[in-house]
């Protein structure tokens, strides 16, 4: 079983990891520009130094103001910027320092930045390419026929010169170095402590959950009005814990009928089983003649028929209610229904004195099972020529709009406004003596309108003392697809 705090910790560490190591890896590459730029730029300008202390003369002859370069910081040894000047050729014209970088290989006017290893060592190079033209100096030409008398002086063109500018990546490097060591240990830390603290706020999140089950675990049998509470709670929560409390509302609610169910079903069975037991021991006193002990065996046996009769509707009922009545919903007519009703009901009618007619459409298309709602509806009708006087009347009548229905109304003893809630209920009865004599389980009422649950419908009732009642069930319309 995983845990909360688990999967909400396994995708964040990683997801934290990799948002450090990318802000790690943006620092350490926007200062690694930054240096290199500006290094770049200090080389650039030494490169455009060089090349301005190259001159041509006029002859041709290449010569460097040395001063220039000597004021640039050049040095021959290792630790110091350099610079080396090569010919349109690639041959080496100066240099200040041995070894020199090879010539650049690009014929276009640069700069071009390269890192290049020399003697072991990493050097940053800027390369420039060069076009100087000779000079156009008199005096100079006067020294040159001066020294070389007879001759003239030889006209000499532009000449293309590759200067490079070099410094070593020493510094640099160690300064990358050392923001690589202070990243890895800041971000590092950064990144347990990022673990450490998530952890910490998730489990205090938990604290509400772990209080809640706590109180759930306190409510039992003997606690069962405790609701879990919602101060201190988060807004996500409280949905969770308005269901948890709908739900031991609705448990709560069951139980108290569960246990009334109890006392009731024990002191409904109670009584025929006291009287069994006391017809078996009044047999059992002395010899019974034949026709008396008929007459005993009898009366035994009609008790056991109303055991009986209480069992099946409680076995009926408690399968209606926890959905193991089987149904097959399809096309049924409601009115046919009804009718059988009426018919099953006729000669108890008779018996009594109570007018029993039907009102009927012709039909009534309804979609559920005819056989539960033939039960339903008997049910109804027989408990209405139950407390029907004798010549009274029981009509059952029906009607289409706005959905399918079916009404039963008598014209028996009616029901107090106060019981009308309760009639519903399992074994209660108005008039508990009356209701044993007329022979009544008390469960038919129940049985009906679970039947009508179970179909998506309703039963209600409307009814005065002493003017008798109104009972309506009422069902879904039937889908177009049973109509036709």
Known sequence: MSSIRRRILLPLLPLVALALLVTAGGIYGSVRRDLLEALDRELLVLARSVGAAVEVEPWGEVELE???????????EADGPFYVIRDAGGALVAASRDPAPGPHAGEEEGPWFEQEVLGGRTYRLCTLRVEKAPEDDEVERRGWLAANPGREVPEAGPQLFWVTAGHPMDGPEETLRMLRYRLYLGFGALLVVLAVFPAWFVSRALQALRRLSAEADGVGPLTIERRL??????????????????ALDRLAA?????????????????????????????VLRRPREPAELRESLEA??????????????????SRLENGEEKMDRGPVDLAQAAREAVRLNDAAAEVKGVALTADLPESLPAAGHHGLLVECLSNLVENAVRY?????????????APSPRIVVEDTGVGIPAEDQARIFDRFYRVDKARSRAEGGTGLGL??????????????????????????EVSLPAAPEAFRR
Not at 66 to 76: H, I, K, N, R, V
Not at 263 to 282: F, I, N
């Open 300 to 317: 035994a046996h009609r008790t056991a028929l109303r055991l009986g009769e209480i069992v099946e509707s409680l076995l009926a009922l």
């Open 388 to 400: 029907t006087p004798a010549g009274g009347s029981v009509r059952v009548g029906g009607a289409a």
């Open 66 to 76: 040395l001063e220039l370069l000597e004021g640039l910081g050049f040095a021959s």
């Open 446 to 471: 129940a049985i009906a309108r679970e039947i009508a649950r179970l179909h998506g419908g309703e039963v209600t009732v409307k009814s005065q003392a002493g003017k008798g009642s109104r009972f």
């Open 254 to 282: 069951a139980y108290e009928r569960q246990k009334r169910f109890t006392a009731d079903a024990a002191h409904e069975l109670r009584t025929p089983l006291s009287a069994l037991r006391a017809q078996c021991e009044v």
């Open 229 to 246: 509470g919602q101060q201190g709670l988060d807004r996500e929560v409280e949905p969770l814990v308005d269901a948890l409390n709908r």
